[in-house]
């Protein structure tokens, strides 16, 4: 049994070689495998679900080293709390922890952002280099800051908006957290977080870090 299975493995290696294309490919689900031991989806009632750590003491390499150890808390989830913006800002007024911001869109996507600061109001961008965009379904990536500007955060009254650069935003999503666009921008590097451009966001969920 164990020489046939080794005798797959070489044939299938022997199959992919020259293939670069697909071995990245299996890199990114590797990846992505990792990260499930860590974020699951629960459904409970109805489409209700939340993203949340297996375990207390399990650690996410792509966060900063100060959110590790710390209760994953939710904040704010549109199911709970209702597709508010304002709500959110109000959920998050009282904290300084960082933020992570989970969206699942009408194609049962799921993609966000880690913030080094919480969402709030803001006349101009800020945060710092700690905050990420991510994709976590249908495959797992991580786009951490570039370097080329500080268009972190920016939180409006009709809208918020992750990462920016010549007109574009790597996350925005609109006032009543339902509209969202994804683009390329030069504070990332990223590649379009969903399918497409713009998105319907069916849930959202805050997680702060207790």
């Given at each position: 049994?164990?020489?046939?299975e ?31 031991e ?72 799921i ?37 080329e500007?500080?268009?972190?955060i ?10 920016g ?7 925005w ?38």
């Amino acid at each position: 049994m164990d020489r046939d299975e080794e005798e797959f493995v070489l044939i299938e290696d022997k199959e992919k070689a020259g293939q670069q294309e697909e071995e990245e490919e299996e890199d990114e689900e590797d990846d992505y495998e990792e990260e499930e031991e860590v974020f699951q989806r629960h459904r409970s009632t109805g489409d209700d679900w939340e993203v949340s750590l297996t375990g207390s003491k399990k650690k996410i390499s792509h966060l900063p080293p100060r959110t590790i150890g710390h209760t994953w808390q939710l904040a704010f989830s549109t199911s709970r709390h209702g597709a508010s913006l304002k709500s959110l800002y109000r959920k998050l007024s009282s904290t300084d922890s960082p933020v992570l911001i989970v969206i699942k869109d009408a194609l049962d996507e799921i993609f966000g952002a880690f913030l080094s600061h919480p969402l709030r109001p803001s006349e101009t961008f800020y945060g710092t280099g700690e905050t990420f965009l991510f994709m976590l379904h249908p495959r797992f990536k991580c786009f951490r800051w570039t370097g080329e500007n500080s268009f972190f955060i920016k939180g409006d009254l009709d809208s918020f908006a992750i990462g920016g650069g010549s007109g574009h935003f790597g996350l925005w999503v609109d006032e009543n957290l339902y509209l969202g666009r994804s683009s390329p921008c030069y504070t990332f590097n990223n590649c379009c977080l969903a399918e497409t451009d713009d998105f319907r966001v069916m849930e959202l969920e805050v997680w702060t870090f207790g």
